[in-house]
């Protein structure tokens, strides 16, 4: 018997993407599987049930009940953990450290869940980083957003009518959602400058065309095994807070993209810093879903505190649907495949690119950190 791939219409609010696109669907039938997509689940996306009909995927009312396999985007609901059935397999983002009952009721429910927040960053995963694909997208959007919301133009002109002075951006974490931001920031025309306590991306930030911003801190032991930044002691965090004011109060934008994996985002912009700020400044702050680099944000919210517009955005990603999706589609389907063998899934528990995504398995919470976490 050939197993049910499945893929629902995401119910989380305001959620666009789709798991998988019509384009992958002969990806998955030639490994053997059969695929089942919600009629509708990739409207929102552009992605329309014929196309998916034409490249060899069943259309049904219902994708929970009979799926052996589940792709989603968002974390499913405890009601559609709770239609799905006993030793599925499920492929999504999970938010493991935060999304304790969810993960119980996997556990519960005897699913084998994979997070792809938690894939590793080994070079055979590359192909299967959904997490940097979707940085991409925020990156890219966050200064979309706050260009049209700064009262002045990013690039330099020279009009009959005066010149005019571009406007100057400041990002903060120049991974890749900060050299994302960077880049198009560089091609709307603004000044840029940036800062990363990893001392490797300052040549990552100069090939854009931006400025590095010296500061005189020795971050100690500034990334992990795995790429990601380290957290640093209150004293280095109230340190950089002082030593980045001239920049952050020369910025018409600033971009803060800090992150430490599994942890809330450092506060890297005081409110002290934000009354330092000209009227009519942006802040966008990239780290909101981790409870914002900047002390005032408000994650969801647009608010003006001092003159200055503060933007605390929740899943831009879901926001360019199209390729969000296209590009979501492509992590999870190589990570599936690679999850198979003859058409069957086969956990190689020794491999580190099966283990590390693994949260819950035969009834158990079997990942040592979201364990300890939850
Ligand atoms: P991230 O989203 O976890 O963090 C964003 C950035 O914030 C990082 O660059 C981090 O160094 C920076 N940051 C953290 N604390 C900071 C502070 N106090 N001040 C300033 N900056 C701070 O990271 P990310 O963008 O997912 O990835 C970071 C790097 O990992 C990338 O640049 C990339 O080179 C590497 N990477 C490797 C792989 C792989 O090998 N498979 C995959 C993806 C990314």
């Given at each position: 018997?050939?197993?049910?791939?499945?893929?629902?219409?995401?119910?989380?609010?305001?959620?666009?993407?789709?798991?998988?696109?019509?384009?992958?669907?002969?990806?998955?039938?030639?490994?053997?599987?059969?695929?089942?997509?919600?009629?509708?689940?990739?409207?929102?996306?552009?992605?329309?049930?014929?196309?998916?009909?034409?490249?060899?995927?069943?259309?049904?009312?219902?994708?929970?009940?009979?799926?052996?396999?589940?792709?989603?985007?968002?974390?499913?609901?405890?009601?559609?953990?709770?239609?799905?059935?006993?030793?599925?397999?499920?492929?999504?983002?999970?938010?493991?450290?935060?999304?304790?009952?969810?993960?119980?009721?996997?556990?519960?429910?005897?699913?084998?869940?994979?997070?792809?927040?938690?894939?590793?960053?080994?070079?055979?995963?590359?192909?299967?980083?959904?997490?940097?694909?979707?940085?991409?997208?925020?990156?890219?959007?966050?200064?979309?957003?706050?260009?049209?919301?700064l009262p002045k133009f990013f690039p330099l002109l020279m009009t009959a009518a005066g010149t005019i002075t571009p406007a100057?951006?400041?990002?903060?974490?120049?991974?890749?959602?900060?050299?994302?931001?960077?880049?198009?920031?560089?091609?709307l025309g603004a000044v840029?400058?940036?800062?990363?306590?990893?001392?490797?991306?300052?040549?990552?930030?100069?090939?854009?065309?931006?400025?590095?911003?010296?500061?005189?801190?020795?971050?100690?032991?500034?990334?992990?095994?795995?790429?990601?930044?380290?957290?640093?002691?209150?004293?280095?965090?109230?340190?950089?807070?002082?030593?980045?004011?001239?920049?952050?109060?020369?910025?018409?934008?600033?971009?803060?993209?800090?992150?430490?994996?599994?942890?809330?985002?450092?506060?890297?912009?005081?409110?002290?810093?934000?009354?330092?700020?000209?009227?009519?400044?942006?802040?966008?702050?990239?780290?909101?879903?981790?409870?914002?680099?900047?002390?005032?944000?408000?994650?969801?919210?647009?608010?003006?505190?001092?003159?200055?517009?503060?933007?605390?955005?929740?899943?831009?990603?879901?926001?360019?649907?199209?390729?969000?999706?296209?590009?979501?589609?492509?992590?999870?389907?190589?990570?599936?495949?690679?999850?198979?063998?003859?058409?069957?899934?086969?956990?190689?528990?020794?491999?580190?690119?099966?283990?590390?995504?693994?949260?819950?398995?035969?009834?158990?919470?079997?990942?040592?950190?979201?364990?300890?976490?939850?």
């Amino acid at each position: 018997m050939r197993m049910i791939v499945s893929v629902p219409k995401e119910t989380f609010p305001g959620e666009q993407r789709v798991a998988l696109v019509p384009e992958l669907v002969p990806k998955l039938t030639k490994a053997s599987l059969d695929v089942v997509v919600q009629s509708g689940a990739g409207e929102s996306a552009g992605f329309f049930d014929a196309e998916y009909e034409r490249k060899g995927a069943h259309l049904e009312e219902d994708a929970f009940g009979k799926a052996d396999v589940l792709l989603k985007v968002q974390p499913p609901t405890v009601d559609e953990i709770g239609r799905m059935h006993e030793d599925a397999l499920l492929i999504s983002f999970l938010q493991p450290y935060t999304n304790a009952t969810a993960i119980r009721a996997l556990a519960a429910r005897k699913i084998t869940a994979f997070s792809m927040e938690l894939m590793p960053r080994i070079t055979r995963a590359q192909p299967m980083d959904a997490l940097s694909a979707m940085s991409t997208i925020a990156g890219y959007k966050a200064v979309l957003i706050a260009a049209s919301r700064l009262p002045k133009f990013f690039p330099l002109l020279m009009t009959a009518a005066g010149t005019i002075t571009p406007a100057r951006v400041f990002v903060i974490g120049a991974g890749v959602a900060g050299l994302q931001a960077i880049g198009t920031a560089k091609r709307l025309g603004a000044v840029v400058e940036a800062y990363d306590t990893r001392p490797a991306v300052k040549e990552q930030v100069e090939s854009l065309g931006a400025n590095f911003a010296e500061l005189d801190l020795a971050s100690k032991d500034a990334e992990d095994r795995r790429g990601y930044a380290k957290a640093q002691s209150e004293e280095f965090y109230q340190k950089q807070q002082e030593m980045m004011f001239k920049y952050v109060a020369a910025a018409d934008v600033v971009i803060p993209t800090a992150l430490v994996p599994g942890q809330r985002a450092p506060i890297l912009i005081t409110e002290e810093m934000v009354r330092g700020m000209r009227p009519g400044s942006v802040i966008l702050d990239l780290a909101a879903e981790q409870g914002g680099n900047c002390a005032l944000t408000e994650p969801g919210r647009d608010i003006v505190k001092h003159g200055v517009l503060i933007i605390g955005p929740m899943n831009l990603p879901s926001t360019v649907p199209f390729q969000g999706s296209e590009m979501y589609a492509r992590t999870i389907t190589s990570y599936l495949v690679h999850l198979l063998k003859d058409g069957k899934p086969h956990f190689d528990l020794d491999d580190e690119l099966t283990r590390g995504p693994l949260v819950t398995h035969q009834g158990e919470i079997v990942h040592e950190v979201v364990k300890a976490r939850l």
